[in-house]
Each structure stands twice: as C-alpha cells, then as structure tokens.
C-alpha cells in the first residue's frame, strides 16, 4: 500500500517558469513532510521540509505547501533554473513509526533552457 | 568535512555469494539507514539502526543483514538469500533521538549488480 503518492512520473517546464511537483498521501499521522532531489547515480539531497502545524514554507526559490484536509503537499519552483532538472522525492515521517520516511516513487523534472 | 560516504561505488556480486556495502559518517548521528531504489520506484527501507548495538527491519529486510558496532558505521551485507539484489543502494543518516524532524542525509550510494 502506497502511502506516498507522486503521481506525475515526470514534469516538463521552461525556464524562468515556475515549476510544480504534487505528492498525496494517506495516512493522517503523518506530521513531518520532506523533499529531496536527487541527480542520477547520486544520493538524494535535502531541499526543504514542513511540519503538520505550518501550510507553508519558504526557502529560496523553493516553497513548499501543506493541504492537511486534502492530505496533499507540493513543491514550487520559481524561477525554475537548467540545474533544476533531477529526480524530485516527497517523503513523509510520524512518530507512530519512529519517524521513520515513507517515500514517494519520485517525478523528474526537466527544465528546458 | 562531514558527511556519509559509502564504498565501493560499484559492486559486482557472483551467484550464491555474500557481499558487504560500507557506510560510514562523521557526522555524530545516532541514527542510520539503508535503503533499495529500483528503477521507476522510490526509496524503500532495509533496516536502520536508532542507536549503537541495536537494529530492526525496515519493508524489505528479508536477504538483507547489518550491524552497528559504532555509531559512525552501519555495513549492510547482501546474502545469497537475496534473490533480486540488483539495485541503487543507499545510506542515511540522521540526528535520531525521536525527534520529530527527522532530516536524513544521504550518502552518494552503491550501485550493485549481478555476473
């Protein structure tokens, strides 16, 4: 049972547009969301989290939202740069299972110059 | 200059044989995790390791084995049991402690493959 779901496997954007990854889940415990980009043959790096109490965060270009009624986060990008272009994960943690993550399958993002 | 390395970078593995995946971290984190990415998939949990001496079973133990002597080293063993072990594997480590912001760090990964 997935309870991490990234449903777009991949994303196309132009660049200086802005880009937005979706992710849904299904379990309601979840209170700490993540996202992590990942390049190929790399490890994924974190980009920026968000905790259940807040609907948004904003770290540079990136800004992620939190709908905790429709169980749904995303990630926006603005300006959406060439070097932006990478394998997007969502994740997920509670305490209920020692905040452990929960993965989303990932969506790669291609940003055309 | 802290952080998670993983060796080798690339791993052969022959039928029926055991082969070990290091990790290691100077980071000072008390927790540390090893994950399977397949191609098109997400990252799924193997086992991690919250504290010194002590491990449990992530999703897909099951061919897998660790230990965790020392707080900066989780190796992860793949057993001849492990019938599909071709994957992008990888290392995280984080604060742990039952925080609730759990922010893992992960390490470049190995990537292992069957003769």
């Known amino acids: 049972d997935q309870q991490v779901k990234q449903n777009s496997p991949s994303l196309s954007v132009q660049e200086g547009r802005i880009s937005i990854l979706n992710c849904d889940y299904t379990?309601?415990?979840?209170?700490?969301f993540l996202w992590y980009k990942k390049y190929p043959a790399e490890g994924p790096t974190f980009l920026i989290s968000?905790?259940?109490?807040?609907d948004k965060n904003e770290d540079g270009r990136f800004t992620v939202f939190l709908n905790k009624s429709a169980k749904h986060l995303s990630l926006h990008i603005v300006p959406s740069q060439p070097g932006d272009s990478a394998v997007y994960f969502c994740a997920a943690s509670t305490m209920e299972y020692g905040n452990k993550l929960v993965f989303g399958a990932g969506t790669i993002l291609r940003v055309k110059s | 200059d802290g952080g998670i390395t993983q060796s080798p970078k690339y791993l052969f593995r022959k039928e029926g044989q055991n082969v070990t995946l290091s990790c290691e971290q100077n980071l000072n984190h008390d927790a540390m995790y090893w994950y399977r990415q397949d191609p098109g998939q997400g990252l799924r949990l193997i086992y991690y390791s919250q504290i010194v001496n002590d491990f449990q079973k992530g999703d897909i133990a099951e061919g897998y084995s660790v230990s965790r002597e020392k707080k900066e080293s989780f190796p992860l063993t793949v057993t001849s049991a492990q019938k599909n072990p071709t994957a992008f594997y990888l290392c995280?480590?984080?604060?742990?402690?039952?925080?609730?912001?759990?922010?893992?760090?992960f390490g470049a990964g190995t990537r292992l493959s069957v003769l």
């Open positions: 379990n309601s415990m979840f209170d700490y």
């Open positions: 968000i905790s259940s109490i807040k």
């Open positions: 995280a480590s984080s604060i742990g402690g039952g925080l609730a912001k759990n922010i893992q760090y």
